[in-house]
């Protein structure tokens, strides 16, 4: 407007007059037509209305203009080719602008808030997916802890009464400690070593835990490394002819923790070894470690290995 209408108050009475018609134009499709459709899906009403919309402030504000102009209430003077009628005509495109803006944000502030919503949604599935896993791993572990209570009963029953206690310790760890995502690492490995010293109770096999892990400052997933545990002991061989072994190295540079879990076996264990346990960790760890560790298993005619390299964060 500004390069045809000198006068000052003819300038601000176009401001306002398009200003205004392209707020309603915006506001029109934006908070009224646009959710209209989100919850019908009608995209032949939507059409039709923006088009009835669109003519009637077209029409409307050009009518305003013929009548203002007309009396000459705001008398201006052209510096190129356009009449009143071109002018008035012209009222159609402008109030197409803020009809297609208003479109536009709406579908793009509706995109975003599907996303928000999607995300969130994905969050609490996982967390859900996670709490799930959990609850299914402490009974896991209860049972295979009784069972070794169990066996000690028959020969000794004062250092089952410290076995006990040991398992009361460790239940107790699962309850107030396990109920976050994530857990302080020196208590996590106290707890796996309180565990492998219960187990090994009631096995034959040579077993070794070394543990060389600088873990004060560190946070992992609570119990994410048992079911390895727990699988070489209810996996390890039991052949009189030979050593029977499980050895459990942890380590931890360059920011990763290597754990490496190694036990003697047989075919027979090796083609059934999968359980819930291993398929829980490998859950947990693509929901809590996306792209931040490898898993390795290696099976054979004598052994079974693991090894999980993990990048673990500062608490």
Known sequence: MYFY??????????????????????????????????????????LSLSFLWLVILAGGYAFIMKILLNHMLFPIHFNFSWNYTDLQYNRFFIALL?????????????????????????????????????????????????????????????????TLITIANLLRYQLYECGTDFVPLSKELLYLENYFHLQRIRTEAITRLNIAVESEALKIAPLLLMPFVENAFKHV???????????????????????????????????SRPGIGLQNVRQRLELLYPNEYELHVKEGDSQYSINLYLTLHRC
């Open 5 to 46: 209408i000198s006068d000052k108050g003819n300038q601000l009475y176009f401001a306002a007059l398009d200003v205004s018609m392209i707020l309603c134009a915006f506001y029109g499709i934006y908070a009224y037509l646009m959710p209209r459709y989100f919850k019908d899906k009608n995209i032949t009403k939507l």
């Open 237 to 271: 061989s039991d052949d009189d002819n030979r050593e029977n072994i499980i050895q459990i190295d942890i380590q931890f540079t360059n920011e990763r923790l290597h754990f490496c879990c190694m036990n003697t076996s047989t075919i027979k264990d090796a083609s």
């Open 98 to 162: 803020g009809l297609l803006g208003g479109g536009y944000v709406k579908l793009a502030f509706d995109r975003v808030n599907a996303q928000r919503k999607l995300n969130a949604l994905e969050k609490a599935n996982a967390q859900a997916e996670l709490t799930y896993l959990k609850a299914q791993l402490n009974p896991h572990f209860l049972f295979n802890s009784l069972n070794s209570l169990y066996t000690q009963l028959d020969f000794d029953l004062p250092q089952a009464k410290t």
